[in-house]
Antibody, heavy 119, light 111 residues
Framework: LQLQEAGPGLVKPSETLSLTCTVS??????????WGWIRQPPGKGLEWIGS???????YYNPSLNSRVSMSVDTSKNQFSLRLSSVTAADTAIYYC????????????WGQGTLVTVSS | DVVTTQSPLSLPVTPGEPASISCRSS???????????LDWYLQRPGQSPQLLIY???NRASGVPDRFSGSGSGTDFTLKISRVEAEDVGVYFC????????FGQGTKLEIK
C-alpha cells in the first residue's frame, strides 16, 4: 500500500489549504479502512489533524475542528483535507496515513508534503 | 486534555548497548477491549514516521525483534535490546484512546 500527498506548496494567509492523498496498491474502501492527516512544523513534533473512515465518517482534532474538513472520493481512491483561514502557524509538513485500527496503528504513511503559509 | 509525556528527550547510546524510552499518559489508555491504545513510531532523519509497536506491545510487520514495547494503563516503555546505527532518529509515542496525541519525541543518537 502506498500513499501520496499532493497540493500547493504555498498558501496565502487567510486562504484555504487543500491537499489530496492518493492511495495505490489497495482500495480506499473497506470496513476497517481509516485514513488520517498528521502534520509536523519544521523541526517540531507531530500533531494529528483528523481522520476519516471510507464511509465518510470523520473525527477532527478539537483544536482545529472549526477550520478542518475531510472527504473521501472512492472513485479516485483518494481522500482530501481542507484547512481554512490559515496562518503562518499552519506551516508544516503534512502527512497522510492509514490507520489499521480507528485512531491508532498508523501503519502506512505518505512521504509528506511541505506547505508554507506566506504572502 | 489528555497529556502524553516522553522521557528522556535526548538519548545518546553506544552501539550494542540497550536503550529505553518512557511514555506516560495523564489518563489510562486501557480500552474496554483489553488493549492499551498506545503506539510507538520512529522517524529517521528526512523520512516519514514508521510504526514500530502498536497496542502497547505488538511489533509491526518487519520490525526487528530487538524492539519491544511494554506497559499498561498510564505507563509505557519502548526498549531496544542492542542499539544499531540504523536506529538513529526521533521516537514518538502516540496514544489514541480518545484522540490521537503524540509525545514530544525522544531523539536517539549514537555516541
Amino acid at each position: 500500500l502506498q500513499l501520496q500527498e499532493a497540493g500547493p506548496g504555498l498558501v496565502k494567509p487567510s486562504e484555504t489549504l487543500s491537499l489530496t492523498c492518493t492511495v495505490s496498491g489497495g482500495s480506499i474502501n473497506g470496513r476497517n479502512n481509516y485514513w488520517g492527516w498528521i502534520r509536523q512544523p519544521p523541526g517540531k513534533g507531530l500533531e494529528w489533524i483528523g481522520s476519516i473512515h471510507s464511509n465518510g465518517n470523520t473525527y477532527y482534532n478539537p483544536s482545529l475542528n472549526s477550520r478542518v474538513s475531510m472527504s473521501v472520493d472512492t472513485s479516485k481512491n483518494q481522500f482530501s483535507l481542507r484547512l481554512s483561514s490559515v496562518t503562518a502557524a499552519d506551516t508544516a509538513i503534512y502527512y497522510c496515513a492509514k490507520h489499521d485500527l480507528w485512531l491508532v496503528q498508523l501503519a502506512y504513511w505518505g512521504q509528506g508534503t511541505l506547505v508554507t503559509v506566506s504572502s | 486534555d489528555v497529556v502524553t509525556t516522553q522521557s528522556p528527550l535526548s538519548l545518546p547510546v553506544t552501539p550494542g548497548e540497550p536503550a529505553s524510552i518512557s511514555c506516560r499518559s495523564s489518563q489510562s489508555l486501557l480500552h474496554s477491549n483489553g488493549y492499551n491504545y498506545l503506539d510507538w513510531y520512529l522517524q529517521r532523519p528526512g523520512q516519514s514516521p514508521q510504526l514500530l509497536i502498536y497496542l502497547g506491545s505488538n511489533r509491526a510487520s518487519g520490525v526487528p525483534d530487538r524492539f519491544s514495547g511494554s506497559g499498561s494503563g498510564t505507563d509505557f516503555t519502548l526498549k531496544i535490546s542492542r542499539v544499531e546505527a540504523e536506529d538513529v532518529g526521533v521516537y514518538f509515542c502516540m496514544q489514541g484512546l480518545q484522540i490521537p496525541v503524540f509525545g514530544q519525541g525522544t531523539k536517539l543518537e549514537i555516541k
